[in-house]
Structure formats: C-alpha cells, structure tokens
C-alpha cells in the first residue's frame, strides 16, 4: 500500500490538500472509489454494516466496529465524537465522501501540514486500519450513549472508605515533592520522589490518562482517563494507591477540586468530551453529586451545538468557584460550589475553541487559549467578566503557562504556539501597568513550531520552551531557554533527548520542583521504544540526572505535587 499511496500522493495530495483546508467541494468519486464499491468482493459473504447513508461505501459490521474504536482512541479528541471540528478540521461525512476514499487515506497515512500526525508513517495504524478509517468516516458519525446518574452510580467503586485510610502520614516520603508522571500508552501513572529521583510506585489509571491534579491540602492525587475513568489515590499510605474511582463519561480530559479556604479537598470536578458536560463529586470518596450538562448555543452565533466540550478546569483560590471551560460555544462558566443543591454559574462570553490555560501570578485572571481563533481569552474570575480577548499567534498552547516579573513591563504571563516559533509575552497587571495590561508585549523566537508547553518558576531566571510537535526531529528533541533577565538574548537550544542517549522522541512538558531549582523533562518515546525523564539543574542549564526504568513507558505530562497544589508556574 505504501508504494500505491506515494503514487496516489504525488497525483492527488495538492488537490485534496488544498480542498480539505479550504473546506470547499473537491473531486467527485475518484477512479479508485468506484472501483472499491463495484464488482466481485471478498466481501460478499460477510455480515455488511447498514449505513443509513447509501452514498457511504461498505463496510462489513467487524469493520466498522474495528473503525469506531480507532476514532474514539485516535481522532475524537481534535475532531469531536460528533466530527464538528474543534482542533481537527471538521469530518462531516458528505464531505468525506466528495474526497473520496484514496484521499482520505493518503491524509490518514501521511498527515497534514496542518498538524495532523501521519499514522501511517508514525506506524501508529496498519494498512488495513488506514483503508477502514478512510471508509469509516464517511459513514454517519454512531451517537455514544449518554452518561447519567444511574451511570455514574454504578460505576463508582469505593474501594477504601474514609474512615479506613490513615489519620496521618504513614510513609517517609517528601510528598511535597513527589511527581505523578503520565505513563499514557500504559494508562498508568508513575510516582517518582523529586528527592530521590526513585520510583515510588505505579498505579493503573484510566486509558490514555491524561492529567493529575492535586487537592487543597496535597493529601490527594486525582487522575482522569481519557475513557472518563477518574482515580483518587491516596498519598499519606504505607504505598500510595487508589481508594475510589468512578466513570463520569466515555471521552474526558479535566479534573480539579476545592481551594477555597474552608472547602478544602471538599467537591472535586471532572468535565467531560462526551457527553459533554461537568460532574460535580465529594472529593474525600467521588461520590457524584450534580451533573451538569453544557449542550447550547455558541457565544457569537447562538447556533445550537450539541458537543459542547469541557476543556480545562481550574479551581479559583479567592471564591468558591470552578473555572469551566467550554469549547465549542467559546463559553467560561464560573461555578459557585458553596451551595450544590441551588448551584449558581456565571456564564462568560469568551471566544470559540478554548482549551488550556492558567492563572496569573495574582490568582485573579485565568488566561486560555482559544486555539482555532488565535486568540487568549482573559477572565476576571474577581469581578465575574471577560477583560480581554488578546490576539496571539497561530494555535496557542500554554499547558498552563508562565508567569514572571518582566524588567522591562511588569508582571507578565506568556505562552508558546502550536502552529508558529513564537512565545507570546502577555502583560497581566491593570493596575499598576496598565499601559501593557492584556497586550502582547514581547514575542520571543523558540527553536521551531509545534510547542505544547513552557514554564518558568519564581525562584528562576530561566524560560523553558518545548517544540514537540515539530516536524523536525531535532526541534522535537530540543528545548529553548530563554534568559528572563536579557530577554533580547537569543534563546540557548539544548537538546534534551541527546543528553538521555534517546535517538527517537519528543521532548515536553517541563515540569519545576518543588524548590524551583530543578527542571524536569519527559522523552516521549515509541510505546516500544526507549523513554526516559531528564532532570536539568535550573541555574546551571546543565544535566543532573537521567531516571530511565522499564516502567516508563511513553512519559508525557509530570505533575509537581507541591506546585500543582499551589498553582505555582
Ligand atoms: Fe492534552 C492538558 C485536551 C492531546 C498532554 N489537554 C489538557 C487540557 C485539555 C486537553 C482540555 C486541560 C486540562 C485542564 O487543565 O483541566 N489534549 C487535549 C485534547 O483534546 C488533545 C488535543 C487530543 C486528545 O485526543 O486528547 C490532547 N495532550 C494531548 C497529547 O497528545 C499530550 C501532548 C500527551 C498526552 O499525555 O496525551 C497531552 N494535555 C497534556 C498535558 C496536559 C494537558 C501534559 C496538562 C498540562 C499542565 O501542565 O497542566
């Protein structure tokens, strides 16, 4: 297929490329569709799918279930279970079918310069899954089933009750300076001690989990899937390990719990992809307690969306409010959580597409991107409105971004971009700067494109900039930092996966200590291949340790317990 699909590619790629990002009527059936639907096949005596859409091509029932296993993993996250488009351009199936199968598996082999991997060249899909992927999506997207109560219920498992687990700590551990490290392809999470640089266990989350986050007083860690599978694990036992889990959806990425003062480690929340909408539980068990569905109409056009999403939730530390954001009506809800029973939301109009993001400094403004529209979407989570929407560069991806007290324009929050070589540097002070507050003041040159995350600590002088999605393979491996002092200095590009003797894999996600001295860094390599975390001395840029273990397996995102508890970044 490979030689077959370069050939196709020569003749065909500017074509479908060109229409596929233009969003415009492309080639009608192509000579390799019409053969693909017509004449003898192997097919024949199989049991087909019933597609409610004649135009669709056949596929056999096995197919089809093999195709919607390998969207649900794959290609919902960026495209939506609804194929709407979020990240992903949308993949509505009349105009999959205009393509054509070929095309669609030359996108699918080869990716696109938009950002789409190849999974064909990635080796992440066969053949055979390639050919089912370009006839699956031109079927009528399944509708998931939905998630309710009874739902949520069932799947809450309680495996330690409260009055069971320890009344202090029982283990030697620093914990505030252990690191969850997503071990995503295992669907694990590894414990390492920031002292010892030793793992200290490795728990079963959910699949492709995606993010840890920390309760008000750093005693729990909680963990969500991307199967919408949560974990509260507890860190004050002999090993920590889990003591609930529940399942608040199919499809998620956020969690958070309670910060404000009295309400410590009280309520936690998840959001979900699908269905799409928030859960609010009793942090010390997950007991689920409200569900709240985020289904409506976009900020901008008020046309009815029906998959909403939950991206990034953050916990405010001065109100009793979650910060929910929701992407495809480009709306912040602050939830109040002091009274569940008669829960109080402030809706925000923002921009469309949000995604990640973080606080200032202050705590006061949370600051996301709205990547698709280029754009920083500012909240003044004291006064319950917008104050500001910043133009940035192209696909905005903070993780949760990076404060410092610039020299020259005060204290300033800043973030890289997926789809350009820039740091954005954004002024955050309206009251005492505010000539510079919610612009861009700086725009700083990283080493190359496609970067996921930055951070910086207040103990440092050091920016550190990630480029993993580059294209090119040295960018990938490398980091840019910057000098917070001289920021007219060019950054120093360090290429991490060399110093950890790694040929093959991204760099990402740097991670601080807890002291603000050390800066932690994961090779994301194959599933099969080598990975390792790579620890730099935050003063001398140098390398301080490489932790390489059997168990650590595809790395990606490192959650600082102290850090994280503080929202320190
Ligand atoms: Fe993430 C954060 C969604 C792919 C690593 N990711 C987030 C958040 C969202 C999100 C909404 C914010 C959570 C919060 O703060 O509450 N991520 C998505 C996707 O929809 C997407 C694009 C596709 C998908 O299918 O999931 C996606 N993310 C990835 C990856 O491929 C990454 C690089 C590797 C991995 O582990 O899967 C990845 N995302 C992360 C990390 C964070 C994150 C490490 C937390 C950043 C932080 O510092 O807080």
């Known amino acids: 297929m490979k030689q077959v699909l370069a050939g196709v590619m020569m003749a065909a ?41 004649p135009k669709a091509p ?20 960026c495209h939506g279970v609804l194929r709407k488009g979020a990240t992903g351009k949308p993949l509505l199936p009349g105009d999959m079918q205009k393509l054509g199968t070929e095309s669609l598996k ?8 938009g950002g789409m991997p190849g999974f064909g060249t990635a080796k992440e899909m066969s053949d055979q899954e390639i050919d089912i992927m370009a006839r699956y999506i031109q079927q009528p997207p399944p509708l998931p089933p939905e998630w309710g109560m009874k739902e949520m219920r069932a799947s809450w498992n309680l495996i330690v009750p409260v009055e069971k687990r320890p009344k202090r700590q029982m283990n030697k551990i620093n914990l505030s300076n252990v690191f969850s490290v997503t071990l995503r392809d295992t ?32 005693r729990y860690l909680y963990t969500t899937g991307r199967d919408g599978l949560i974990n509260l694990i ?18 998620a990425r956020s969690i958070d719990t309670s910060k404000f003062k009295g309400y410590d480690d009280k309520i936690a929340i998840a959001g979900t992809y699908w269905p799409p909408a928030y859960v609010l539980m009793d942090g010390f068990t997950l007991e689920p307690l409200k569900i709240m569905s985020t289904r409506g109409y976009t900020y901008d056009e008020q046309e009815y969306h029906p998959e909403p999403r939950v991206a990034s939730i953050v916990s405010s530390h001065i109100k009793p409010e979650f910060v929910v954001n929701v992407k495809e009506t480009g709306k912040i809800l602050l939830v109040n959580y002091s009274d569940i029973k008669n829960l109080k939301t402030t809706e925000i109009e923002a921009e469309r597409f949000l995604h990640d993001g ?66 954005a540097v954004i002024g955050t002070d309206p009251d005492k700067h505010k000539e510079n507050a919610w612009k861009v003041v700086r725009s700083l040159k990283n ?23 580059s294209p090119d393979e040295e960018a990938q491996q490398s980091v840019s930092v910057f000098d917070l002092k001289n920021l007219d200095k060019p950054a120093q590009v360090i290429n991490i996966a060399k110093l950890a003797g790694i040929s093959k894999g991204r760099v990402t996600h740097p991670e601080y200590n807890r002291y603000g001295d050390e800066v932690w860094f994961s090779v994301w390599g194959p599933k099969d291949g080598e990975s390792a975390i790579v620890v730099m001395d935050d003063k001398t840029r140098k390398l301080k340790t490489v932790i390489k273990d059997k168990r650590l397996v595809t790395p990606t995102g490192k959650f600082n317990v102290y850090n994280t508890q503080h929202d320190v970044y």
């Open 58 to 77: 056949p596929m056999t029932k096995e197919e089809f279930e093999i195709g919607r296993q390998i969207y649900f993993d794959r290609c919902a996250g």
């Open 106 to 113: 030359i996108f699918t082999y080869y990716g696109t310069p």
């Open 187 to 218: 669907g694990e999470v590894a414990l390492i001690d920031g002292d010892t640089k030793k793992i200290v266990t490795v728990l079963k989350t959910g699949f492709a989990v995606h993010i840890s986050r920390l309760s008000k007083s750093g």
């Open 447 to 469: 080493h190359g494109n496609g970067s996921l995350f930055i951070k910086t600590h207040p103990k440092s002088n050091n920016l550190w900039v990630d480029a993993a999605l």
């Open 234 to 251: 507890d860190l004050w036992m002999e090993t920590p390990q889990t003591v609930a889990t529940i399942r608040t959806g199919s499809d």
């Open 13 to 53: 790629l500017p074509l479908a490329v060109s229409s596929v990002f233009a969003q415009s009527p492309a080639h009608s059936g192509s000579p390799e569709a019409t053969y693909m639907q017509g004449g003898g096949s192997p097919l024949a005596k199989v049991e087909m799918y019933q597609s409610n859409d």
């Open 358 to 423: 973080g606080w200032d400094a202050s705590k006061r403004y949370f600051l996301v991107a709205a990547n698709m529209r280029d754009t920083i979407s500012v909240v003044d989570t004291k006064e319950g409105k917008l104050a500001a929407n910043v133009k940035v560069g192209t696909k905005p991806h903070p993780g949760r971004g990076a404060n410092w007290k610039d020299v020259k324009y005060g204290p300033v929050w800043a973030t890289g971009h997926l789809g350009d070589d820039t740091v």
